[in-house]
């Protein structure tokens, strides 16, 4: 049962929830990217890669950004160390990647990278103060970091690999 000291949902004193809501972060960075990328992305990378569709771009972002928020949930559940949390910053870890991706784009190709907006305002800064915070908090070894970052960039060549399907 709830008391005024709980959290009911997640059976957590508001102050450990709050303490771990950070870990919200790589899905927080996901949406709003999406938001950006939704208008013009698809014809974008069908000019400069490969064919895309706003269909297609949604039909793979849902399923994914379920995914992130499913691990970032459970990094807040988790609190410190283990698979959940590393996975939590290695998403944290690619959207940084990916917002180099689309501002290095933008600068090559010449031509306005939707994503780059989000990638420079939002990834960028997420990813450093999440960064910064998990290591602050003791929620992630250096081990556990290293192995985000690899992960994190994994991921992130894989989607930019996507992109010449």
């Excluded at 283990?82 to 917002?99: D, E, H, I, K, T």
Aim: charged share 5%; net charge neutral; hydrophobic share 60%.
């Amino acid at each position: 049962m709830a008391t005024p000291h709980t959290h009911p949902a997640a059976g957590l004193s508001p102050a450990p929830w709050l303490a771990a809501a950070p870990f919200l972060l790589p899905y927080l960075v996901y949406v709003l990217h999406t938001l950006e990328e939704l208008q013009g992305f698809a014809a974008w990378a069908s000019e400069h890669f490969g064919p895309e569709t706003t269909g297609t771009f949604a039909a793979y972002h849902i399923p994914l950004m379920l995914l992130v928020l499913l691990t970032s949930w459970r990094a807040v559940l988790a609190g410190r160390h283990g698979g959940w949390v590393v996975m939590a910053a290695a998403f944290q870890w690619q959207f940084a990647v990916n917002a180099l991706f689309h501002l290095t784009a933008w600068i090559a190709l010449g031509d306005y990278a939707p994503g780059a907006v989000t990638g420079a305002v939002v990834s960028i800064p997420a990813t450093v103060f999440f960064f910064i915070w998990i290591r602050r908090q003791r929620r992630a070894t250096v081990a556990e970091l290293t192995l985000a970052a690899v992960i994190g960039t994994l991921i992130a060549a894989l989607a930019i690999g996507f992109l010449f399907l």
